[in-house]
């Protein structure tokens, strides 16, 4: 399991390519640095992944009951628009359009290292994102690590 860090800011060329920094493509081991999967993540950022982080995400995925309603939208919706990236000889990836479309992303871009996976935000939508009050800050890490272990049900912060 990966514990990438950092934020990076980064421009989107009008071709789709981005340049992966190598503060972040530095994290994983040699071998890794060139292949990625992209997918659509929450809130309208877009998931990239080292691709071997990939195969262990489709493995818990692939184990949801396909007979499940929930769990076949939500395997519709983990799935649509992935796509495979190389790493070419520029330290590019080539992004689809589909998926910069669902991001909303053109030109300035910021990418988010959150654990194992790289989180591809429009630079206005980011901004809209980090826009956390601190008192809220603190709200938030009450309701997700304040209880952990308690087995107490506390209220999410609204």
Same mark, same amino acid.
């Given at each position: 399991?990966?514990? !990438?860090?950092?934020?990076? &800011?980064?421009?989107?060329?009008?071709?789709? @390519? !981005?340049?992966?920094? /190598?503060?972040?493509?530095?994290?994983?081991?040699? %071998?890794? +640095?060139?292949?990625?999967?992209?997918? @659509?993540?929450? #809130?309208?950022? $877009?998931n !990239?992944? &080292?691709?071997?982080?990939?195969? #262990?995400?489709?493995?818990?995925?692939?184990?949801?009951?396909?007979?499940? *309603?929930?769990? @076949? +939208?939500?395997?519709?919706? =983990?799935?649509?628009?992935?796509?495979?990236?190389?790493? %070419?000889?520029?330290?590019?990836?080539?992004? &689809?359009?589909?998926?910069?479309?669902?991001?909303?992303?053109?030109?300035?871009a910021? *990418?988010?290292?959150?654990? %194992?996976?790289?989180?591809?935000?429009s $630079?206005?939508?980011?901004?809209?994102?980090?826009?956390?009050?601190?008192?809220? =800050?603190?709200?938030?890490?009450?309701?997700?690590?304040?209880? #952990?272990?308690?087995?107490? /049900?506390?209220?999410?912060?609204?």
């Amino acid at each position: 399991m990966y514990q !990438l860090l950092g934020e990076f &800011p980064c421009k989107i060329d009008a071709k789709g @390519r !981005l340049r992966l920094p /190598s503060g972040l493509t530095d994290q994983l081991p040699g %071998d890794e +640095r060139d292949l990625y999967v992209i997918n @659509r993540g929450f #809130e309208g950022c $877009l998931n !990239l992944y &080292p691709k071997k982080v990939w195969d #262990e995400k489709t493995v818990q995925v692939n184990k949801l009951n396909d007979f499940d *309603l929930n769990s @076949r +939208r939500f395997k519709r919706a =983990f799935l649509n628009g992935a796509s495979h990236l190389r790493k %070419d000889g520029s330290g590019r990836v080539n992004l &689809p359009n589909g998926l910069l479309d669902f991001a909303k992303i053109k030109g300035d871009a910021v *990418l988010a290292a959150v654990n %194992d996976r790289v989180e591809v935000w429009s $630079l206005e939508q980011w901004e809209a994102q980090m826009d956390v009050d601190p008192a809220e =800050f603190a709200k938030l890490a009450q309701f997700a690590l304040g209880n #952990e272990g308690k087995g107490e /049900s506390i209220v999410a912060p609204g």
